[in-house]
């Protein structure tokens, strides 16, 4: 999930077009912050302005994975649907900001439960926990906290683990955290804590000064013939410095792990086959202008009835 910040193509931007230059004032774990009101979503604001990355962003602005949870005066909300501007004089908590000791409950729970794979979920899971622990301590419920859990996707580890850490915190019941000793045996699983915690960085959480942003240009019909792709005005854009395309790629364009059949770009002349392919990429100083340039991208397609048969796709 740590290159999802490149899937999230610009159709997906809304740029607050109130007053541009003005600061938006609140609280965040204790401390008073004011960051930039164009923001697009609040998480966008913790995560590209204050640089606190335990929110994670896998589908902003979509409200649909919960990996990005933080708490706003004492309430679990998803942030990349919260308009920045509503944030004034609010108090936030982000995992950063939990207490310490609640934090390595958390994490020690998490890691002996084995509620975790790649834990890019769990961040957004642990605020939602804490808030209904926050509010019902020990008489949180499983089925409860099941119903909460709705509003967050987790695709590798399940659900029934994470229930299990969620109850151990719940009820102050003692875990051990413990490494396995050897093959065969079992244990937490490497890096746990900061999995849960958020601490660990994904590609996504990467800093680094003078770094350049990129977004994608998917295709708009799931199957297609691609007549023609213009880059003119996409490049012309304020922060762009690269657009690449399938021409831009020497040798075999394809990809994969077993089979080499996933092609990195659909050229001119090719046929796409999912929503996901890929037609451009714009690399730019913000990941705002890179979005922006993205969505200036001009496609001429020959769209195809799509094929939903599987056994159809491979003849
Ligand atoms: S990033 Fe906010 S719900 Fe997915
Ligand atoms: S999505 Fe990987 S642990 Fe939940």
């Not at 800093?207 to 691609?226: E, F, K, Q, S, Y």
């Not at 730019?284 to 020959?302: H, Q, S």
Request: aromatic content about 6%.
């Amino acid at each position: 999930m740590g290159f999802t910040f490149t899937f999230r193509i610009s159709w997906t931007l809304m740029i607050d077009q109130t007053d541009l230059s003005t600061r938006i004032s609140f609280r965040v774990n204790g401390n008073d912050v004011s960051v930039a009101s164009d923001h697009p979503h609040l998480l966008a604001a913790l995560r590209d302005e204050l640089n606190i990355t335990s929110a994670k962003d896998g589908c902003s602005p979509t409200g649909q994975c919960g990996c990005c949870t933080i708490m706003i005066d004492g309430k679990a909300q998803v942030s990349c649907q919260y308009p920045v501007a509503k944030a004034e004089g609010r108090s936030i908590t982000t995992l950063e900001g939990v207490d310490e000791a609640e934090r390595q409950s958390f994490s020690d729970a998490f890691a002996a439960c084995g509620g975790l794979q790649c834990g890019f979920c769990i961040p957004g899971i642990v605020m939602r926990a804490k808030s209904q622990i926050d509010k019902k301590g020990a008489d949180l419920t499983r089925e409860e906290m099941s119903r909460h859990l709705g509003a967050h996707l987790c695709r590798c580890t399940g659900y029934v683990k994470i229930l299990d850490a969620i109850d151990v915190v719940a009820k102050g019941t003692p875990v051990s955290v413990a490494l396995p000793g050897g093959i065969g045996s079992r244990g937490a699983k490497y890096e746990a804590p900061e999995l849960a915690l958020g601490d660990r960085g994904y590609v996504d959480d990467i800093r680094v000064p003078g770094m350049l942003h990129a977004a994608l240009h998917l295709t708009a019909h799931v199957r297609a013939d691609i007549l023609a792709i213009d880059t003119a005005d996409a490049l012309a854009a304020p922060g762009v410095e690269a657009i690449y395309t399938a021409d831009d790629v020497p040798g075999d364009i394809r990809v994969g792990i077993i089979y080499k059949d996933w092609p990195v770009f659909i050229g001119v002349g090719e046929r796409t086959s999912y929503a996901g392919d890929v037609l451009a990429i714009v690399v730019a100083r913000t990941r705002r202008e890179a979005r922006a340039a993205a969505a200036l991208i001009k496609v001429i397609y020959n769209p195809l009835r799509p094929i939903v048969d599987p056994m159809q796709a491979i003849t």
